[in-house]
């Protein structure tokens, strides 16, 4: 660690008591995915305390501007514009019950962070206070996007298709991982999650009375056989050497136990890190489910929605973060290749609009049992301790890419 980057990780020290407190406030009012109205206010009130200019953004996010002052001109990027990055952080919760029992347990029903949203937003918080303290070390510009609805693949795409990120030249941002001890940090180049597709299949048969089934078309033994015979896709249609996940979470059917269902929804998705492969799913789905319909008669449909693409890190931006967390953490802290995992984030949005890095940073700490329970979990939480490596990060990545350091 250089004399600057101890400078600034003592900074991020005293800083952590306001990221804890700030996160905690977050982590009791949990607001799900494009209902985050209370989260987006706090987070204005932050950035006007921080002083930097903020307008909102996807509707329920916030977007936030930092000016160097550092005299002289704007170093360009590789593409020779000036110099502009955009720092992400996710800010919707998840419709769980909160189990954990702690002093900043959910004071909402049914809604929770149970994924370490609250921490990111938290941390960036932190990032943006220290950034502009130092915003005569710097100049060009920074942004900051406080992305609502990861959750449901919204506020990326909204983000991104508003023109938020236009003028940006690298991204980057972070996430918790329970499955990693604290003071771990994965930086690793290429894909790192995968695409994620909602789909609805319907579908529509005919009622009868269980006892003559030849009168009705049953909807729920169809939708039955199509839930078995998508598994079919994966295993017998898919190399088992590709990475490709099918999972129906939610099936409804039926209004009485003697009746035959006319009717029948199921809801699922699609996770791969081959894009073609991708495509070639959505179609296969899309025959097996007319065909097993037709079969029957009755009919089949699917509706589909895109919330993800693959997340691929880019390898310029991996080695420049890369180069930073060796310094600030050790490389031994590093980890730069492990098995890409099928969980989607739409952080490839920005990714795939501005060339970037996504970073993890082990949030388990051996004193907090919770710390290690699986993201949306109902106990899922995080050692507090993993936002002062995100933070030091992103504030010292954020310096060193500005100055054309790395």
């Keep these: 660690m250089t004399s600057f980057e101890q400078k600034i990780y003592d900074e991020v020290l005293r800083d952590h008591p306001a990221v804890v407190e700030f996160r905690r406030d ?47 001109p704007v170093l360009p990027a590789g593409d ?40 990111h937003t938290a941390s960036l918080i932190g990032a943006a206070r220290l950034l502009a303290a130092h915003r005569d070390l710097f100049s060009g510009t920074i942004l900051f996007a406080f992305q609502p609805g990861e959750e449901v693949g919204y ?55 269980v006892s003559k089934p030849d009168l009705g078309v049953d909807a729920l033994y169809i939708a039955s056989q199509i839930v078995v015979a998508l598994q079919s896709l994966v295993t017998r249609m898919s190399s088992p050497m590709e990475h490709l996940l099918i999972g129906v979470g939610k099936l409804n059917a039926g209004t009485a136990y003697n009746v035959i269902a006319d009717h029948a929804e199921m809801e699922g998705t699609v996770r791969s890190l081959d894009p073609e492969l991708r495509i070639l799913t959505q179609q296969r789905i899309e025959a097996l489910v007319q065909h097993t319909a037709a079969l029957y008669g009755a009919e089949g449909s699917v509706e589909w929605d895109d919330f993800t693409p693959v997340l691929v890190n880019d390898e310029a931006a991996t080695k420049e973060v890369q180069k930073i967390a060796f310094s600030l953490f050790g490389e031994e802290n590093v980890i730069t290749s492990r098995k890409p995992s099928l969980g989607g ?28 329970r699986s ?12 936002l002062i490596l995100s933070e030091a990060l992103t504030v010292c990545y954020a310096l060193a890419y500005m100055n054309g350091e790395v």
């Design 26 to 72: 977050l982590h009791r009012h949990p607001e799900i995915a494009r209902e985050e109205f209370r989260s987006q206010a706090r987070i204005e009130e932050e950035l006007d305390k921080i002083g930097l200019a903020h307008w909102r953004s996807a509707g329920t996010g916030v977007m936030a501007k930092l000016e160097g002052t550092k005299p002289g």
């Design 155 to 209: 506020g990326g795409y909204a983000m991104v298709g508003e023109g938020q990120v236009d003028e940006a030249t690298r991204s980057f941002g972070f996430h918790t991982a329970s499955e990693l001890p604290g003071g771990k940090v994965v930086l690793m180049p290429g894909p790192n999650n995968a695409s994620v597709d909602w789909f609805r299949i319907t579908v529509e048969g005919l009622s009868a009375h």
């Design 345 to 372: 984030d739409d952080m490839a949005v920005f990714i795939d609009k501005v060339p970037g890095a996504y970073a993890y940073v082990g949030s388990c700490d051996p004193k907090l049992p919770e710390s290690g």
């Design 375 to 386: 993201h949306h979990h109902p106990c899922f939480d995080i050692g507090e301790d993993c």
């Design 80 to 119: 020779g514009r000036p110099r502009c990055l955009v720092l992400r952080a996710d800010t919707d919760a998840l419709p769980v019950d909160e189990k954990h029992e702690c002093e900043y347990k959910s004071e909402i029903p049914d809604r929770m962070h149970a994924c370490g949203h609250d921490g």
